[in-house]
């Protein structure tokens, strides 16, 4: 079965082939327009979809080494993201298995997160093994969910306020770092001292509310961000440019430190032996370092997507699509569009 995926939730455009379960092509086009705005404008978004969407796929195919015609099921995300993009991409996939005769499959964009470290592209392919706690977070979602092997999971723990990907892009905007300031801050990281100043944990153990982080797997970063700004403020400009990779890394440590934290205290709370992180913030190398070193000193499994498959892509679309309809779900002809994460209220299957 030859599925074609469509993921334009935020500022990909991206297409991706999956041949019998395998990732034949993954095309992911960013959107440069934002920069000079500090953050995703939803307008531009849709606009650089409409303009992408086509030859992208095209490109996809073509990798491939298939035609449209040998396509046998189209995916595309339904949700959450920005409304404007979303439909763009639902359109354009709706619109082309209509006129290819072929079934329609709506995609959660969470859910194709939660399963993306177990896309197979040839090279390395694992299964989960039992339930597992997933932890996603991105610049828009920050979720702790305990995943069942039959694919129903539950939230159990969500942002209060700002997601983990926001706070990075925040406090990197506050250092005049370019957007998206995630992966800079962790680059001049690799240089500083994360102990150079301890900013606030909120809700963990190294927060000042006696208890309150026990058994409470939410986050909350609104906090950190304020935290940062006032201590800056009190700094010279030339003292932050001295010790930018300092501060950067003190930062980036407040973040990844609570991520970690969260999810190990949920994998030991249900008394789960695997944990799973995805989005892109999971491309962070702080998180993945800390994440393994907790994971391999608690006994517990930890399963990481290639970096390709962190950020947004269509092939963890077109793999949740397979994965479903290889375990008997029917094709959806009527279906609400998501433009937030509502799904999360409670336990679903995917």
């Known amino acids: 079965m030859n599925i074609l995926g469509i993921e334009t939730s935020c500022d990909e455009t991206s297409a991706a082939v999956l041949c019998d379960g395998r990732v034949c092509s993954n095309v992911?086009?960013?959107?440069?327009?934002?920069?000079?705005?500090?953050?995703?404008?939803?307008?531009?978004?849709?606009?650089?979809?409409?303009?992408?969407?086509?030859?992208?796929?095209?490109?996809?195919?073509?990798?491939?080494?298939?035609?449209?015609?040998?396509?046998?099921?189209?995916?595309?995300?339904?949700?959450?993201?920005?409304?404007?993009?979303?439909?763009?991409?639902?359109?354009?996939?709706?619109?082309?298995?209509?006129?290819?005769?072929?079934?329609?499959?709506?995609?959660?964009?969470?859910?194709?997160?939660?399963?993306?470290?177990?896309?197979?592209?040839?090279?390395?392919?694992?299964?989960?093994?039992?339930?597992?706690?997933?932890?996603?977070?991105?610049?828009?979602?920050?979720?702790?969910?305990?995943?069942?092997?039959?694919?129903?999971?539950?939230?159990?723990?969500?942002?209060?306020?700002?997601?983990?990907?926001?706070?990075?892009?925040?406090?990197?905007?506050?250092?005049?770092?370019?957007?998206?300031?995630?992966?800079?801050?962790?680059?001049?990281?690799?240089?500083?001292?994360?102990?150079?100043?301890?900013?606030?944990?909120?809700?963990?153990?190294?927060?000042?509310?006696?208890?309150?982080?026990?058994?409470?797997f939410d986050f909350s970063f609104s906090g950190l961000k304020t935290s940062v700004l006032t201590w800056l403020q009190k700094q010279t400009p030339e003292f932050i440019v001295l010790h930018l990779p300092d501060i950067a890394a003190s930062i980036q440590w407040a973040i990844v430190s609570v991520l970690v934290e969260k999810t190990i205290s949920a994998a030991r709370a249900r008394s789960i032996k695997a944990v799973s992180i995805a989005g892109g913030v999971s491309a962070n190398s702080a998180l993945r370092k800390a994440m393994k070193d907790s994971c391999d000193k608690e006994g517990i499994a930890l399963y990481i997507p290639g970096t390709i498959y962190s950020t947004d892509n269509a092939a963890m679309i077109a793999t949740l699509a397979n994965v479903k309809l290889s375990r008997g779900m029917k094709t959806e002809h009527c279906y609400n569009v998501a433009p937030y994460a509502s799904f999360a209220a409670g336990a679903r299957k995917a």
Do not use: W
């Not at 939803?42 to 298939?66: F, G, K, M, Q």
């Not at 979303?86 to 709706?94: D, K, R």
């Open 28 to 216: 992911v086009s960013s959107q440069l327009c934002h920069s000079a705005f500090g953050g995703v404008v939803p307008e531009l978004a849709s606009r650089e979809h409409e303009r992408l969407i086509v030859s992208i796929t095209d490109s996809a195919v073509t990798e491939s080494n298939i035609t449209k015609n040998e396509i046998d099921v189209i995916a595309a995300t339904a949700g959450p993201g920005l409304i404007g993009a979303i439909m763009v991409g639902l359109c354009f996939a709706q619109g082309l298995a209509y006129a290819l005769d072929i079934p329609f499959v709506p995609v959660n964009h969470i859910e194709a997160h939660i399963f993306s470290p177990f896309i197979n592209d040839g090279t390395s392919h694992l299964e989960p093994d039992g339930a597992f706690v997933s932890l996603t977070v991105s610049g828009g979602h920050t979720l702790l969910s305990v995943v069942e092997q039959d694919l129903s999971y539950e939230v159990i723990g969500r942002t209060l306020d700002d997601a983990a990907g926001e706070a990075f892009d925040k406090t990197g905007k506050m250092l005049g770092l370019p957007y998206p300031a995630g992966p800079v801050i962790d680059k001049l990281a690799e240089k500083g001292d994360p102990a150079f100043h301890k900013f606030p944990r909120a809700l963990t153990s190294q927060s000042q509310t006696s208890k309150s982080y026990l058994n409470n």
